[in-house]
């Protein structure tokens, strides 16, 4: 049964740490997604990937998050430096080529910034 | 841009009620619509689909209507289960497949026996 899988499941950190968030998409899939979960904004896109290449990273703050696909079996989204507001449930996804519309999502890392 | 508006919860409910549960939505061209069921400690998983207007998507005895004259897409089911309990997500797409979601806030739904 092909899953998604991420480490770690849950992640608290101090103000100010590095954080870093690792993503394996299913085998195959090609298009990989982030989005994060909080009460107040729900679920929203903060980048996604296809091939390895980003496609859109605008809902990302730049000057502190950054996502890349080192290789096609892995995603990292990582913050530098954390804030509270940071804390969150940060989703992976993945998916196939442009006619398949299923997301298979991960089951989150919950990050909680002190 | 595109949005998606679905009813506040949670909604609780009675084990066989019957569950409605609304979504209207607001997208430039043909967008494909979506539900997404969340169950507790897990990530998003597709209940449903539907990508042209008319669709009726059903999974699981859930059935959606992609209604284009009314941009609405509402979750039913004639007789829930406890097993039912969880968060459920609208959402659509605008372009085509394996392009980023816009969902709505979830409904949580609990259903007692």
């Known amino acids: 049964d092909a899953r998604v899988t991420q480490t770690p499941r849950h992640k608290v950190t101090e103000m100010g740490q590095e954080v870093t968030m690792r993503c394996q998409p299913i085998?195959?899939?090609?298009?990989v997604f982030w989005y994060r979960q909080t009460m107040m904004q729900g679920l929203e896109l903060l980048a996604y990937f296809r091939n390895r290449a980003p496609l859109d990273d605008s809902g990302m703050p730049k000057d502190r998050f950054s996502a890349e696909m080192p290789d096609a079996t892995l995603a990292t989204l990582k913050i530098q430096p954390s804030e509270p507001r940071d804390s969150a449930v940060y989703f992976c996804?993945?998916?196939?080529?442009?006619?398949?519309?299923?997301?298979?999502f991960g089951p989150g890392t919950r990050l909680t910034v002190t | 841009g595109n949005s998606v508006t679905q009813m506040e919860g949670p909604v609780t409910l009675s084990e066989e009620a019957f569950l409605t549960i609304n979504c209207t939505y607001t997208a430039t061209g043909y967008p494909s619509l979506f539900w997404y069921v969340q169950y507790p400690g897990e990530g998003l998983q597709l209940l449903l689909k539907a990508t042209k207007a008319d669709d009726k998507g059903s999974n699981k005895g859930f059935e959606a209507t992609y209604r284009k004259e009314t941009t609405s897409f509402h979750l039913e089911k004639g007789s829930v289960q406890v097993s039912d309990s969880a968060v459920y997500f609208c959402a659509l797409t605008s372009n085509s497949g394996n392009t980023p979601l816009v969902f709505g806030k979830g409904t949580r739904l609990s259903v007692i026996a």
């Open positions: 996804a993945s998916g196939w080529g442009t006619e398949s519309y299923e997301q298979y």
């Open positions: 085998l195959g899939h090609n298009t």
